[in-house]
């Protein structure tokens, strides 16, 4: 069974920045994928960036190339979103996922998906 935990969320002033933290399994990190992606209220849940399992293959959504960095720590199987330059727009829960499909993969074939954490961007 895979599980994947979110930390790091919380609440921030736009231009500001937070660094989310994604745990798995050895087992999952060696042969899965792994992504980010995000749900605003109201709005579907929809890609923010991916990180092929060798760690080439990075992908980023338009909306934040530039601002924000996926990259893995392969000693310690986690996952991070290092998110800077914040805007208001950025307020979402965000999700941690895995996939044994292309890191490009569109959202249907993720298979496996932490429980979401929020990320709060005043103005």
């Known amino acids: 069974q895979v599980h994947l935990a979110e930390s790091g969320g919380g609440t921030v002033q736009a231009g500001g920045s937070l660094r989310l933290s994604c745990a798995t399994s050895?087992?999952?990190?060696?042969?899965?994928?792994m992504g980010w992606f995000c749900q605003a209220p109201g709005e579907e849940r929809e890609f923010v960036a991916s990180?092929?399992?060798?760690?080439?293959?990075?992908h980023y959504a338009d909306s934040v190339t530039g601002r924000f960095i996926i990259y893995r720590d392969n000693t310690n199987n986690m996952i991070y979103l290092s998110m800077s330059n914040l805007k208001p727009s950025d307020t979402a829960i965000y999700f941690c996922?895995?996939?044994?499909?292309?890191?490009?993969?569109?959202?249907?074939?993720?298979?496996?998906w932490g429980q979401g954490i929020q990320v709060t961007v005043s103005s």
């Open positions: 996922a895995a996939t044994q499909w292309p890191a490009s993969s569109p959202i249907g074939l993720w298979d496996y």
């Open positions: 990180i092929a399992w060798g760690g080439a293959g990075i």
């Open positions: 050895e087992q999952t990190f060696s042969n899965h994928n």
